[in-house]
C-alpha cells in the first residue's frame, strides 16, 4: 500500500470480494441497512458522507501516528545535534 511516515512496519492491505452473500442479521449496520427485499437504505444521502462516517474514526488514528512520528524525529534531531557538538 505504499510506505508509511516511521512505521513501514505496521503491514497494510486491501482485500475485495465479489458475489458474496452475508445474511441480513450478520451485517454491520450502523448507517446503512438492506431491507428483506433487497432495498439498500441510509440515512446519510451522499456516498462520500457514508465513506467519511464510517472512517472517521481512522483520521484520529492516523494524526497520533502522525504526531507520534514526527516527536520521534525531533528527538532523534536533538541527540544528532548534541552528539555533533
Known amino acids: 500500500m505504499g510506505l ?3 512505521n513501514n ?3 497494510n492491505a486491501t482485500i475485495a470480494f465479489d458475489n458474496v452473500r452475508i445474511p ?3 451485517m454491520m449496520n450502523r448507517y446503512t441497512d438492506v431491507d ?3 432495498n439498500f437504505n441510509s440515512k ?3 456516498i462520500g ?3 467519511f462516517a464510517v472512517t472517521e474514526r481512522l ?3 492516523r494524526l497520533c501516528i502522525a504526531s507520534m512520528t514526527m516527536g520521534a524525529q525531533r528527538a532523534c534531531l ?3 545535534i548534541a552528539y555533533a557538538q
Do not use: C, Q, T
Open 59 to 61: 483520521l484520529s488514528g
Open 4 to 6: 508509511k511516515m516511521g
Open 44 to 46: 446519510i444521502r451522499s
Open 36 to 38: 428483506e427485499g433487497g
Open 49 to 51: 458522507g457514508r465513506f
Open 78 to 80: 536533538y541527540i544528532a
Open 9 to 11: 512496519g505496521v503491514d
Open 24 to 26: 441480513r442479521v450478520n
